[in-house]
């Protein structure tokens, strides 16, 4: 029988000589316990396919399981059963693979969010008197049309301190601490790959975890196709994926992510796909160009509840598969394949895959019934999360929306007693809402008629996400018992021999690493 996790194909004399290289700091930041019992992976190569369900990755491989994915399963445990952060937005969604934490343990709810004690940026006429929307996407770019986000972040658009008056980074924002820092203090090198120069939040609250951080701004069009928004086409999203592939590749080679500087193989690293949430979303999709794709490539989304994909989505997965297949492909003609643990998950999954459930509320449904006025800030998707001037006045705004429940299409309303028994009191946090709308499944409070999906809710759509764990070393398996996406980060430190309690969000929220890879 194969070693359960990795690694019988780390031979002995690598491990020595891994460990022969070591500096007393590294031999200090590695768990004892893990490291006298359990042998250890080199790298790990962590990838999120933003959207894709755990029924999508069954059905790919159940219809082609000659695709990278299937061969991953075959070396490998799945977790058909995985279930991605609440609320599913992309950063709670991220931070809590690679914190192992929820917004408990990380303060932040989403990439669009509130908080009672900070400032407002300089962009949204300064002041000193605190409370803010904290937003922090393409908009905080210097020139968010351009791919380098025109150099930076720019610190006028970004939340102040109140104390100090300085802009708050999104790797300040986070108060919990990340794998990649781990890493880092153990002198591993890191790399990693995202959409919105936002995502420097990785580097976690030190601002050091990531040595090789390549994040290209999705809101900006490909140079070649400048009238063509890159989400508003499937083909323009795996173009944009492919720069971040590339990267991988090149990182892979032992360069850093551009090709030209030889650093050797990170330790850590990975990148997020974009192209299947893409195609689950668009309600109207277009060529690279801008032009029409044949008629059956227009609409994006599923056919039915059983999450047959449509031929757009169809296209994005095949796509979003290849370039899997060139990583594992790199890796084994670089002799890496069986020292390397691949982990393949989402940050969130989409909502709703059956298209007979969807309905598109207006973004005013909420505000209108609460009250203009009491909203402070209204974060909507297919979920409402609601930060109110006056608290004292929660109550009166839950009895509003109970009166309307079916007007407003509310499945479950988390106020008080019922929100504090999952999150933290909103009275003395200054970030977490006073309320949470959560709609009926497939309800999208939006203004958009461009879009067939959306993410962000507590649903079952949601937040089923694909969970794979591949390296030659295991034995294939199936676990439908659920886990969580946030057992992730204790797991990749595990298997690098670090210790898994150095994170603070799995000490805080006692996050137990993955079954099934220890021989359980």
Same mark, same amino acid.
């Given at each position: ?29 590695? =768990? ?46 799945? /977790? ?19 914190? +192992? ?37 393409? &908009? ?63 580097? +976690? ?26 989400? &508003? ?26 090709? *030209? ?10 990148? =997020? ?18 032009? *029409? ?29 290849? &370039? ?24 969130? +999954? ?13 973004? &005013? ?79 999208? /409070? ?31 398996? *199936? ?42």
């Amino acid at each position: 029988m194969k070693n359960p996790i990795t690694l019988v194909a780390i031979a002995v004399t690598a491990l020595a000589s891994s460990l022969a290289l070591a500096s007393a700091d590294d031999l200090d930041n590695r =768990n004892p316990a893990i490291g006298d019992h359990e042998p250890r992976v080199q790298h790990v190569l962590l990838l999120s396919v933003d959207g894709m369900h755990a029924l999508d990755f069954a059905n790919l491989v159940k219809t082609n399981p000659a695709s990278a994915l299937g061969q991953l399963s075959r070396q490998g445990v799945t /977790y058909t059963h995985a279930f991605a952060m609440r609320p599913s937005d992309s950063f709670p969604g991220l931070l809590a693979i690679v914190t +192992g934490g929820s917004p408990i343990s990380t303060g932040v709810w989403y990439d669009n969010s509130y908080d009672r004690a900070l400032l407002p940026p300089i962009t949204f006429g300064g002041g000193s008197t605190p409370g803010t929307n904290v937003l922090y996407d393409e &908009s905080i770019d210097i020139n968010p049309d351009a791919r380098d986000g025109g150099g930076g972040i720019n610190p006028d658009a970004l939340p102040r301190d109140p104390v100090t008056g300085a802009p708050v980074y999104p790797h300040q924002f986070l108060k919990a601490d990340t794998i990649f820092e781990v890493a880092h203090r153990a002198h591993l090198r890191t790399a990693w790959s995202d959409k919105h120069l936002a995502y420097e939040l990785v580097q +976690g609250p030190s601002g050091q975890g990531v040595d090789d951080l390549f994040d290209p701004e999705i809101a900006a069009p490909n140079p070649a196709y400048p009238d063509v928004g890159t989400t &508003s086409s499937v083909q323009a999203t795996e173009d944009y994926d492919d720069t971040k592939v590339t990267a991988i590749l090149n990182e892979i080679a032992g360069y850093d992510h551009t090709g *030209t500087n030889r650093v050797g193989v990170p330790a850590l690293f990975g990148m =997020n796909f974009q192209a299947v949430s893409v195609g689950q979303k668009l309600k109207t999709n277009v060529l690279r160009d801008g032009s *029409t794709p044949p008629p059956d490539m227009v609409t994006g989304g599923y056919i039915d509840g059983q999450g047959v994909p449509q031929p757009a989505l169809a296209e994005a997965i095949a796509h979003t598969d290849a &370039s899997i297949g060139q990583m594992v492909a790199a890796l084994r003609a670089h002799g890496l394949l069986e020292s390397t643990l691949i982990i393949v998950t989402a940050k969130h +999954g989409q909502s709703p895959i059956d298209p007979r459930k969807l309905v598109l509320a207006g973004e &005013s449904t909420i505000p209108d019934i609460v009250g203009p006025s009491l909203i402070a800030q209204a974060t909507q998707d297919d979920i409402a999360l609601l930060w109110l001037t006056d608290q004292s006045q929660t109550d009166a705004a839950v009895a509003l929306l109970e009166a309307n429940l079916a007007a407003a299409h509310i499945d479950t309303i988390f106020a008080g007693l019922s929100l504090r028994l999952q999150f933290p009191n909103p009275l003395s946090d200054s970030r977490t809402p006073d309320i949470i709308v959560q709609p009926v499944a497939g309800v999208i /409070y939006t203004d958009s008629t461009k879009k067939i999906a959306e993410h962000g809710g507590f649903d079952f759509d949601d937040t089923n996400v694909v969970l794979v764990l591949s390296n030659p070393g295991l034995d294939p398996r *199936t676990i439908k018992t659920p886990v969580q996406t946030m057992q992730i980060a204790p797991t990749i430190l595990a298997s690098l021999g670090l210790d898994p309690q150095s994170l603070k969000a799995v000490r805080k929220e006692a996050v137990q690493r993955l079954p099934g890879l220890s021989g359980e």
